[in-house]
């Protein structure tokens, strides 16, 4: 193993996991609660969301989630997914109907692990959280796609060629279902 792969995922994405498994425990109602972030709300986390959504229903477990996504960038507030990130994850079956929001500090209290999908999302992320113990709930996307070991990021397809889009997917149907086998444990 090389040192990218000993660190996916790293202690960090390793504690918000059992932070998350902690707070769904003590709060009594069975679901662990998953918010995804990145800039705009359009690309990578309402498709992480979709994947997600979809691991937890393929594998029988989607009365134990809620997923939801939100971004730090308010211009596409209530716009669905770009339409190419809609059309590419169609492609592998995924439906994606999010409408997209901005981050609320209300998110900190309401989600049990937060994910960030590049170092600008966690930077605001860490910037935003009003606790200590909500820090603890923020991780990297990337940490859990261990197929990746060299990711450092989800990176913004936004502005790529159809190939980014893909890209995007691949790191997130990975990172996804190690997340869910993790949170499940």
Known sequence: MTDDQDRKPGATALEAVSN???????????????????????????????????IAVERGVSDRFEFDSAGFYGGHAGSLPDLRMRR???YRGYTLEHHSRTVKLSDYSYFDIILGMDDANIDDLHDHAPTLDDLRKIA??????????????????????????????????????????????
């Open 88 to 90: 590419a994850a169609s």
């Open 140 to 185: 990297r996307m990337s940490d859990f796609a261990t197929a990746f070991p060299s990711a450092r990021s989800v990176p913004d397809p936004y502005y790529e060629g159809a190939e980014g889009f893909e890209l995007v997917l691949d790191l997130l149907e990975d990172a996804c279902s190690n997340l869910l086998t993790l949170l499940l444990k």
């Open 20 to 54: 998350a498994r902690r707070l769904s425990r003590e709060r009594g109602d069975g679901k662990i609660r998953v918010l995804f972030v990145c800039l705009g709300n359009i690309c990578r986390s309402p498709a992480a969301e979709g994947v997600a959504t979809s």
